[in-house]
């Protein structure tokens, strides 16, 4: 006799410092745990965190995934060693990259070094038009000689980009075919399979990276599934993606550029829900990890979206006006923006004697000092712990206990040197942290023409609801939100995805004189592509006016085709982007069609918490900027419905939240969502 179905769901996240591991049974309950992450090594910890919370293998129905695994090999530069193949002239592409850089005016910068050098970067000698007319044939005795050439120089993973093949793939398809058979056991990754649109650079760049760290994905995912099978968990295994949803494990291998930003996205599909249920439309998502900080707009209650990522500069972000530093992607993605500054950055000293922090992280190996795993240089944990704003004592399931001395003899390498009290150097670390992370609230909001004062801030991750109200009173928010769960956050985000496909038509059509059939043609001929069943359709079209570069997506509504509604909404959003609409009967080009899936949504609504015991009562003595001062503890429990006045702190199992003086604390009772309110 069968047993019954299975029925719960595993969220995992991992991070730079910690893994992160939810557990939900169908009846909404659920229980957490918080481990050190295992670098180099992350599979390690996500198969632990399962099985610390899976008493019953066979009742876990599925297993969601956050990781930055993908982002870490490019930020690192540790992906494989790979070879792009593309039509003769276009070798230099990838160097060429665009015009645009980000530090004007400075005349020492350089472009980042490409992931692929020169010298594996192969022509292949054939030609197709633009309309698909072949001009040079494809030679496959060519590609069996480039064949031989990626074979001796040992490549492992290859990247193939040729002339026009997002509309017109048979050529790729076929190189793709020879070269699969000639190098068996290397993955190679063709443009007409990742990224279906013009625009030879971003075409190029994407599949690049998706090549680089496809077999670190490929070895990583199987890994985490040999855990899972040999703990007797079977269930499915999918993987967050950078727009918001979920995609299967294969798929991921696959196309593990679709990935790049897997955990960030998860915690901002967690905001956004929390926003809805207290009834906040406009709020910026605000995660502060152990390695970055990252934020996000939520607006009109919608995730602000992109089409564009750049990793791997100092500040990542899908901003056009801020590119050049890193890797472009052209990928779906939730827009975020993204600064090496968590609380594992460690604090320095530059050649001028300048106090600096981050980008460069300690990690969970050795970790702030304070942890006492080896660590030796201060970090904004560290900092943080002797400013009072964090416990010394055990943390995370009792796997790390934290020492004030430890952290104490960290800053004084930095004090030292400054002629600085460790408190003064603490709170100089401190306020640098809040710096570096305000570009980043600011680039998803002031920088878009958005006023921050009429936003509220969403903020978790295990050092976010520390440094929050700082930060809310440098940006002028008067709400900051401090959701149950904000240190594991991303998540809880991650049992609320729904899996999500993506397909897009890369076109030329004067949306003036648009006819209808021409567009539900393409998009039924989009959907046969995608071959998907029980989906929600999403249609969405790029538009710009006549002699732009760059395109506006917006969303077309189901049903026949409305020219004149089109073309109003894309005239009203780029009057909102930009200030500005064009000339009556501008000439208006659709550049794109783009046709997403969405799958079922597997989460419960309900989600009640089994939280390891209650933080600390008493008081603590902080540093909230006025010297030293006792503070009391109190409990998410014990905040009522009614605002009460700060400062206060409140040590939870997975962070603390510090309510400073000028603030109100309240709590929603149908979420466990603490409202903090400026009351000056």
Known sequence: MAGPAPSSRIGVDVGGTFTDVILQRSDGQACVRKLLSTPPAYDAAVVEAVVALTVEPAGVAGV???????????????????????????????????????????????????????????????????????????????????????????????????????????????LGEILRAELPGVPISLSSEILREQREYERSATTVVNAYVRPLMGRYVAAIRRGLDGAGVRAPLTIMQSSGGVMSAEDAVDRPVLALESGPAAGVVAALAIAKRLGFANAIAFDMGGTTAKASLIEDGAVSRGREYEVGGTLSAGNRLMRGAGELLRIPTIDIAEVGAGGGSIAWLDPAGGLQVGPRSAGAAPGPACYGLGGLDPTVTDANVVLGLMPAGPVADGQITISRRLAEQALARVAGPLGLSSLAAAEGIHALANAHMTRALRAVSSERGRDPR???????????????????????????????????????????????????????????????????NAFAALAARLALDDVEWVRSAELRYDGQSWEIEVELPSGPLDRGALIARFEDEHERLYGVRGEPDSPIHIRALRLTGLGRSSAVDALGLELAPPGRAGTRRVALGDGLEQVPLATRGSIGEAAGPGPLLLDEYDTTVVVRRGWTARRDPATETLILARST
């Open 64 to 174: 969601v995934h956050g990781t930055t695994v993908a982002t870490n090999a490019v930020l690192e530069h540790r992906g494989a060693l790979t070879a792009l193949v593309t039509t003769a002239g276009f070798r230099d592409v990838l160097e060429l990259r665009r015009l645009r850089i980000p530090r004007m005016y400075e005349p020492f910068w350089r472009k980042p070094a490409p992931l692929v050098p020169r010298r594996r970067r192969y022509e292949i000698h054939e030609r197709m038009s633009a309309d698909g007319t072949i001009l040079v044939p494809l030679d496959p005795d060519e590609v069996r000689a480039v064949a031989a050439l990626l074979r001796a120089a040992e490549v492992e993973s290859v990247a193939v980009c040729l002339l026009h093949s997002y509309a017109f793939p048979a050529h790729e398809e076929r």
């Open 454 to 520: 009429l936003f509220a801030l969403i903020a978790y991750g295990g050092a976010g609801p520390v440094h929050a109200l700082g930060l809310a009173e440098e940006l002028g928010c008067r709400t900051v939100l401090v959701p149950a769960l904000a240190g594991l956050f991303s998540s809880v985000g991650l049992l609320f995805a729904r899996p999500e496909f993506h397909d897009v038509h890369s076109c030329h059509l004067d949306a003036r004189t648009l006819e209808g059939p021409e567009v539900e």
